[in-house]
Nanobody
């Protein structure tokens, strides 16, 4: 079992930055591909970014490419999402997730464990 806890969300103005963190406890963090997803009000949850076990390969949704950066520190059991040039349409609840895979994936059904989510609000 893996427990995931997100932090770092909040309210920011358009053009600003936030860094989300997700700390994992339980089984070996470095065994899991990690992903970030988000769900805006009235919309389905969508893929944001993923990173493979070693951190050597990353994947992004087109909507965040060039603005968001996913990274991980396996020694600290933590995955990060650096969000720059934020837009009002980035407003959502952001979820951290873990998949017992050797490669990154945008498919939600491949992720075995999920955090509780954290609110990010971008004002215009």
């Amino acid at each position: 079992q893996v427990q995931l806890v997100e932090s770092g969300g909040g309210l920011v103005q358009a053009g600003g930055s936030l860094r989300l963190s997700c700390v994992a406890s339980g089984r070996t963090f470095s065994s899991y591909t990690m992903g970030w997803f988000r769900q805006a009000p009235g919309k389905e949850r969508e893929f944001v970014a993923a990173i493979n076990r070693s951190g050597g390969t990353t994947y992004y949704a087109d909507s965040v490419k060039g603005r968001f950066t996913i990274s991980r520190n396996n020694a600290k059991n933590t995955v990060y999402l650096q969000m720059n040039s934020l837009k009002p349409e980035d407003t959502a609840v952001y979820y951290c997730a873990a998949a017992n895979l050797g490669w990154g994936t945008s498919k939600q059904n491949k992720y075995d464990f999920w955090g509780q989510g954290i609110q990010v609000t971008v004002s215009s």
